[in-house]
């Protein structure tokens, strides 16, 4: 008898245990952040040389503009642009300012922002994304749940390795201001900037305008999903803006967004920590006024940069 409950309490105890590890198993599943360590993704060798060129382009009584081209992660040839004021003293504080999906580093928007941040003091370094500009190569439609998705997420994974090397570079000159280094992305700017703010603190101050989290929901009917979660889980913003934090983060979104919902936006702002700040402009995505965006932007550097 006695040997009889003791195997019905060891039975009892199994069966608890497994019940136990499913619902760990479950739980652990359903958190893509915890299942694959998204922050490693993004590690890489800095002792790797950028080979890095500056080249000078303009010379005039307000600025110098520079091209420049340095080596990323995997190898990839990065192009950009460095605008240098003549009106402040070195070393400079940094902007790093990038432009939306389909553009490039010299397109209108991104260049008025340049023209504004150097007339009141700060450098402006911008990049082609992975696969834009003068990187462009073989062209495939951007579409995170389309046959070429997941030549679309590496367009913004390579891109957070590139901005990192950016940075790199950035400690290597001595006219710039390794610690007073902001950042203002646009639209898939804003979305690849939140990651790379996330992951690297050497980003004093980021800004993000026409972006939002939440990448899955792009994917509709089966958005819930853990395919769709796991999938998205490197470039989800949502798993890397808690980590801006206590850097101060500002939002600029468009309250009649067409590309970014406002809602991915909201949901962004949430997880964000504080201090963080988001203006809502009664516009769409392409048709945001410019002007005053930026010129928020720019009280906000003021104020932090």
């Keep these: 008898m006695k040997s009889y409950k003791k195997k019905r309490i060891y ?6 245990a497994i019940l136990f590890l499913l619902a760990f198993t479950i739980i652990y599943a359903g958190d893509t952040s915890e299942t694959f360590p998204v ?7 800095k002792a790797i040389p950028l080979k890095d060129t500056l080249s000078l382009l303009k010379d005039t009584t307000d600025f110098k503009l520079y091209h420049l081209s340095y080596y ?10 460095l605008s240098l004021p003549k009106i402040a003293t070195s070393p400079l504080p940094v902007v790093i300012l990038m432009h939306g999906l389909g553009d490039n580093k ?21 990049i082609d994304f992975s696969g834009h500009g003068e990187r462009k190569e073989d062209v495939y439609d951007f579409n995170l749940t389309g046959k070429y998705k ?6 913004i994974s390579q891109t957070v390795l590139d901005l990192r090397r950016a940075v790199d570079f950035i400690e290597t000159r001595e006219e710039l201001d390794a610690q007073r280094i902001g950042y203002y992305g646009i ?15 050497r980003i004093k101050v980021p800004i993000v305008a026409l972006a939002g989290g939440q990448l899955n929901l792009l994917y509709e009917k089966e958005a819930l999903t853990k395919e769709a979660k796991d999938f998205v889980s490197i470039i989800e913003p949502l798993n890397f803006v ?25 949901l962004l702002f949430k997880a964000a920590e504080e201090p963080k700040e988001i203006i809502w402009y009664d516009a769409k995505h392409r048709d945001a006024p410019i002007d005053i965006i930026y010129g928020d932007g720019l009280n906000w550097f003021k104020k932090y940069l």
């Design 106 to 126: 010299n397109v209108d928007y991104v260049s008025y922002g340049n023209e504004l941040f150097l007339k009141n003091g700060y450098a402006v370094l911008r």
């Design 242 to 266: 808690k980590q801006i934090a206590p850097r101060p983060l500002l939002m600029l979104n468009a309250k009649n967004d067409e590309i970014v919902p406002p809602l991915m936006s909201r």
């Design 150 to 155: 997941h030549w679309s997420r590496d367009i």
């Design 187 to 201: 639209s898939l700017g804003g979305i690849t900037g939140t990651i790379f703010c996330g992951i690297d603190n």
């Design 11 to 16: 039975w009892f105890f199994g069966i608890i």
């Design 39 to 45: 922050r490693e993704y993004y590690t890489y060798d």
């Design 72 to 81: 990323s992660v995997h190898h990839k040839k990065v192009t950009g642009l």
